[in-house]
C-alpha cells in the first residue's frame, strides 16, 4: 500500500512557556509523513521555497518518503506559521500565517503519487485539497482541517468533506464547522455530508471516534513533559491514517479502526516531547510498540456488576 499527502511544509516559529524555535521544519504535511512512514510508503506533495534546504528535504525523506512531488519555487519562500501557547497548552495563538509558494501553487502529481491506495488531504487551503483529490483514485481518503479555512472557505471545503471517508478536525474545528455545541451531534453533522468515520481530537484529553453506528475514546498519553504541542495532530493523523492504510482491506473494521486510533495517539504523545520534529524524526518502532502496549494496559478495565441499590 502507499500514502500520498498533501499539505502544508513549512517554518514554524513557535513560543511555548518551556522556549522558544524560530522558523524549524514544521507543516502538516511533514508532521503527518514522519508518522505515516512507520506504516508505509509515504508520497509527499506540496511546494517549498528556496528557504528549504537540502537538509530540510533529508527531515522529509526519513524512513524512505518519496521526495519528487516536493517542488522547489524559484524566487519563492516556504510556507510560515508562528504560534504561542501559555500553560495551558490546549490553547494557541497564532500570530502569523503566510501562504507564499501555497499562494499559486498548482499541483501535478507524479504518477507514483497518483497511484496511491491511500490519500490523505492534511491541513491547507481546501482548493488545493481538492486539486490533488481529484488526480488521484485512492481507495480511501481522509482529512484535516482548521479553524482558518473553516473562515474563509466554509463552502469549499465542506465540498471536498463531502467527497472523502474520513474528516479529522479538532473539538472546537467541529463545534466551528457544524454551528453544534454538542461533540457528538457535530460529528454527526459531518457524517451526514458523506465521509463514514469523524474523529475528534481533544489535545491533551484525546481523541474520539465516531461512526453512524459506534463510538471509541482514548485518553491522551499521560507524559510529565510536554515541550511544543505544534503538529500533535499531523501526528496522530499519520499513525492514524499509516494504520489504517497497513490494513486497507480491513479499515471499516471497528477493531481496526480502535488499534489506528491507539497507534496515533502514541506516535502523538512522542512529537510533544521535543520541538518540531526533533523528536519523531529520531523516534523508532519498539518505541511505539511500548507506548501502545501502556496505552492498552491503562485503559483496560472488567466490569464486574456491583451490588446496587435500586
Ligand atoms: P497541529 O498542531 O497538528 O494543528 O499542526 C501545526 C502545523 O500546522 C504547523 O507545523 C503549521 O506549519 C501548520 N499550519 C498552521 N496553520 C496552517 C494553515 N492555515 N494551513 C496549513 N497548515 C498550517
Known amino acids: ?17 518551556f522556549g522558544r524555535r524560530d522558523r524549524m521544519l514544521g507543516g502538516a504535511a511533514t ?3 514522519l508518522a505515516a512512514s512507520f506504516f508505509e510508503d509515504i508520497h509527499v506533495v506540496g511546494p517549498v521555497g528556496e528557504d528549504f534546504t537540502d537538509e530540510h528535504v533529508a527531515v522529509l525523506a526519513t524512513r524512505g518518503t518519496d521526495v519528487a512531488d516536493v517542488e522547489r519555487i524559484s524566487g519563492g519562500r516556504t510556507f510560515f506559521w508562528s504560534g504561542e501557547y501559555g500553560w495551558d497548552l490546549n490553547a494557541r495563538e497564532t500570530l502569523d500565517t503566510q501562504l507564499n509558494v501555497f499562494e499559486h501553487f498548482a499541483p501535478k502529481l507524479s504518477a507514483a503519487s497518483r497511484g496511491c491506495d491511500v490519500l490523505f488531504l492534511a491541513n491547507i487551503q481546501p482548493a488545493l485539497q481538492r486539486a490533488v483529490l481529484e488526480q488521484c483514485a485512492a481507495e480511501f481518503v481522509a482529512l484535516d482541517s482548521m ?19 474520513c474528516v479529522i478536525l479538532n473539538d472546537a ?38 461512526t453512524s453506528d459506534g463510538f471509541f475514546s482514548l485518553p491522551a498519553y499521560p507524559l510529565e513533559t510536554v515541550v511544543d504541542p505544534t503538529g500533535a495532530g499531523d501526528t496522530f493523523a499519520g499513525g492514524f491514517v499509516g494504520y489504517l492504510a497497513r490494513h486497507l482491506d480491513q479499515a ?9 486510533m491507539a497507534y496515533g495517539t502514541a506516535l502523538a504523545s512522542y512529537n510533544v516531547e521535543r520541538f518540531g520534529t526533533d523528536r519523531v524524526a529520531k523516534l523508532t518502532a519498539a518505541e511505539i510498540h511500548d507506548r501502545v502496549d501502556r496505552l492498552q494496559e ?13
Open 252 to 260: 471499516g473494521d471497528p477493531e481496526v479502526l480502535r488499534r489506528a
Open 147 to 165: 479553524n482558518l479555512w473553516i473562515e474563509i472557505a466554509r463552502d469549499a471545503l465542506t465540498a471536498v468533506m463531502a467527497r472523502v471517508d
Open 31 to 33: 508532521h503527518f509523513a
Open 173 to 210: 474545528e467541529l463545534r466551528q464547522l457544524t454551528g453544534r455545541p454538542n461533540l457528538v451531534t457535530a460529528a454527526r453533522d459531518v457524517l451526514a455530508l458523506g465521509p463514514s468515520v469523524v474523529v475528534a481530537k481533544q489535545g491533551e484529553y484525546g481523541a474520539a471516534l465516531i
Open 1 to 17: 500500500m502507499s500514502v500520498t499527502v498533501v499539505g502544508s511544509l513549512a517554518f514554524d516559529t513557535v513560543a511555548t512557556p
Open 298 to 310: 491503562m485503559t483496560r478495565f472488567d466490569h464486574l456488576p456491583a451490588p446496587l441499590v435500586g
